[in-house]
């Protein structure tokens, strides 16, 4: 039997570790201590932030990795479904108050929570070991972790290097005030003004973080998409995406009056509502909803995933600014295709 945190040990521990318990897995996930063992290094905690299980969506006491005595070894368990699929990332620290005192007596305070986790994520690492991770769309490095029997994801599973590269354009906004880049990406014949159009937010991720052009290329061979125009609209920084795309007239308007038009001359699509689509996460999935509701004319097909329909109103309390509009009858569903879509643990 090999001794925790020799080096065969550690040389076997290639990511999280699991077994079968009940209905899901016992998960452990490891961390080594680059400083070595707790007389030569000074790291008080190593928190751990799964998505949908310790994330800062969850009303939930921090958890912390565990140093094994005498070793440089940190772990953590958790019981996860069979069918899990997520990312998660380490963030070690020298200090031991990183949340306030609120957050570990009884129900945590949400407020004093969310803000000692927006302290903390800047400094986010993705676990050495595992070697599948991207960046995650709060700009941290993340880990990609899935359980055995996590649903196929078509188009991901198989990826195809048969597809033209994505055309960069520079969006210049006398609207918005700003300068990016806007990715578009195409399928099918060059010419056809009939495509579908597919617009992206948070389109840095997508294009850099986890680039989306393989999976779309091998859907669309395999006739599961029909050939589109997709363009991809980068978020540019925290401040300027938690301004923009949140009920954001101005930036609809921008996409509508500047953008597509620039597209245009690079990509012909069609205009038609219903072959028009607007996909997003989180605020994302909030914008996404906001623009299907207030331009139905343009588009028609809303993919929102984890919305942030509380905005602007967090804990609960209070309906979001989308719900209020829906119920006072301001605006309506009718006519468009939604897709909602929230993750589970």
């Not at 452990?28 to 070595?36: E, K, L, M, S, V």
């Not at 994330?55 to 953590?76: E, F, S, Y």
Request: some cysteine; aromatic content about 12%.
């Amino acid at each position: 039997m090999l001794t925790a945190g020799s080096e065969r040990w550690w040389a076997e521990k290639k990511g999280p570790q699991w077994q079968p318990e009940g209905d899901g897995y016992r998960v452990t996930f490891w961390w080594r201590d680059p400083a070595g063992t707790e007389l030569t290094s000074a790291m008080q905690r190593v928190w751990i932030y799964i998505t949908g299980v310790t994330d800062h969506h969850q009303n939930a006491t921090p958890q912390t990795l565990t140093r094994l005595p005498g070793t440089d070894v940190w772990q953590w368990q958790t019981h996860l479904p069979a069918h899990w699929r997520g990312t998660y990332c380490f963030i070690p620290s020298e200090r031991d108050d990183d949340f306030s005192p609120a957050v570990f007596s009884g129900t945590p305070e949400r407020a004093a929570l969310r803000e000692g986790w927006r302290k903390l994520l800047p400094r986010a690492i993705a676990d050495p070991r595992n070697p599948q991770g991207w960046t995650g769309g709060r700009g941290h490095a993340v880990s990609v972790l899935e359980m055995p029997d996590a649903p196929l994801q078509p188009g991901w599973n198989a990826p195809s290097s048969n597809y033209t590269p994505p055309v960069q354009l520079t969006w210049r906004s006398p609207m918005l005030h700003n300068t990016r880049q806007v990715w578009v990406f195409t399928t099918g014949h060059d010419n056809d003004a009939g495509r579908p159009l597919a617009i992206l937010l948070d389109g840095q991720f997508w294009a850099k973080s986890q680039p989306v052009w393989p999976a779309l290329a091998a859907l669309t061979a395999q006739s599961e998409l029909p050939p589109a125009v997709y363009v991809l609209i980068d978020a540019l920084d925290t401040a300027t995406r938690g301004r923009e795309l949140p009920c954001n007239d101005d930036f609809w308007l921008a996409v509508q009056q500047e953008l597509l038009p620039l597209v245009r001359a690079t990509a012909p699509f069609s205009d038609r509502p219903e072959q028009t689509v607007v996909a997003g996460q989180s605020f994302g999935g909030l914008a996404a909803m906001y623009a299907g509701l207030h331009w139905p004319q343009r588009f028609g097909c809303v993919l929102s995933q984890s919305g942030s329909y509380w905005w602007p109103h967090r804990g609960g309390q209070q309906d979001g600014a989308v719900l209020e509009q829906l119920k006072c009858g301001e605006v309506s569903p009718h006519g468009l295709r939604i897709w909602l879509e929230a993750g589970e643990r």
